[in-house]
């Protein structure tokens, strides 16, 4: 065991509950500009779905692999990110997408479904990937995710708020429409805030060990943004659809990642940094795609 894997992080089931009770609000405010129409499109047309899951379950842990054997990270940093690219896509890829003037309806499609299917993926991808390194294998053990509480997230985190957004949207049409501007402006402020919160919480830590992972999670988000959007460009995707796929491909869930860090590797540091690192930073580069793609009508894209 590497020094990095004696540390524990600053990172406990209450930020993990405030930052899920912060996506809800979030969601509830994306989900006032939906209507049913836009989900009876997607799924008319599932062919934007099929791709991105097929870049979040097979490209991208396939990409991870090959990353990880590239820049040799240690071996609980290397299953870290395994870990990471094995999660489904994270909620706040709903969010990022409406942003980023991207297709929400499907955004919203893809985190469900990605969520549902990681109850058999996640671990399948882990012990796939995992086992095929001989560093990672050493330390690898057999996860297991529970069919209710992942259901559970779905519907809490997903759901629930935007039932009661759809709802407030059809029966409050004026209010939404005066409301639009102040909540996503509200939405990135929270966002930041809890991102410099949950970066001053393990200040420290990141000092001492969070330079070769930096780089890393860079280099890893990267690959998944990228992997995401040009796996959606070569299927002949329109450009809403590209960035959905992309944002949910480069936004993990890695809170869940990091509840299973700690309920089956029992906090192993260097699993855990990557993985709370991830979170942090695919909030801070998924903003920056979104506000440079908000920017850019993606009618005139190409």
Known sequence: ???????????????????????????????????????KAVLSMPKPVVIGM???????????????????PAPSIALGMMLVAACPGGN??????????????????????STAVAIVMTPLNLSLWGGLNPETAKILKVVALDPLDMLLAVFLLLGLPMIVGMWAGHRFPNFVERAHKPVKIFSIAVFGVFVLGALA????????????????????????????????????????????VSIEVGIQNSALGLI????????LGGMAIVTAWWGIWHIISGLTVSTYWSKRDPQGAT
């Open 201 to 244: 919480a393990n200040w420290r830590y990141f000092l001492d060990y969070v330079g070769f992972v930096v780089i890393a999670v860079f280099l890893h988000n990267g690959l998944a943004l990228v992997t995401g959007y040009y796996a959606a460009k070569f299927s002949g995707l329109p450009e809403r659809d590209r960035r959905a």
């Open 260 to 267: 299973l860090i700690f309920n089956f590797f029992d906090g």
């Open 92 to 113: 706040i890829s709903n969010f990022l997408t409406h942003y980023a003037k991207g297709n929400t309806a499907l955004s919203i499609t893809m985190t469900a479904l």
């Open 1 to 39: 065991m590497t020094e990095i894997d004696l540390v524990r992080l600053n990172f406990n089931p209450g930020s993990l509950w405030a930052l899920n009770f912060i996506i809800g609000l979030v969601m509830f405010g994306v989900a006032l500009d939906l209507k049913v129409a836009d989900f």
């Open 54 to 72: 097929v870049g979040q379950f097979i490209l991208l842990p396939a990409f991870t692999f090959l990353l990880v054997l590239l820049i040799k």
